[in-house]
């Protein structure tokens, strides 16, 4: 698939978006049009995005949309 402008540059290696995330396939549309391929401003409300940003690989049950603050997922991986 070729990379729009709009997507996120992480979309080639992203799980999330590579579709092994998600057993629904409606829910990942939801998360790719909210997130993936929303541009900047998706990407930027991306803990994936964000936390894999500040150096740290996120794993796959990390979702775009967790409730906690960067630093709290990064704290609690760290602590794993
Ligand atoms: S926006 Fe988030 S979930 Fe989507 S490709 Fe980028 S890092 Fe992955």
């Given at each position: 698939m070729e990379i729009q402008e709009n997507f996120c540059p992480k979309t080639p290696q992203c799980p999330l978006f590579q579709g092994q995330?998600?057993?629904?396939e409606k829910a990942q549309e939801i998360y790719m049009n909210l997130f993936c391929k929303a541009g900047f401003k998706g990407r930027m409300s991306c803990k994936r995005f964000l936390v894999s940003s500040a150096g740290v690989k996120p794993p796959l049950e990390i979702m775009p949309d967790d409730s906690r603050s960067v630093e709290e997922i990064i704290v609690s991986l760290r602590s794993k």
């Amino acid at each position: 698939m070729e990379i729009q402008e709009n997507f996120c540059p992480k979309t080639p290696q992203c799980p999330l978006f590579q579709g092994q995330m998600l057993a629904s396939e409606k829910a990942q549309e939801i998360y790719m049009n909210l997130f993936c391929k929303a541009g900047f401003k998706g990407r930027m409300s991306c803990k994936r995005f964000l936390v894999s940003s500040a150096g740290v690989k996120p794993p796959l049950e990390i979702m775009p949309d967790d409730s906690r603050s960067v630093e709290e997922i990064i704290v609690s991986l760290r602590s794993k």
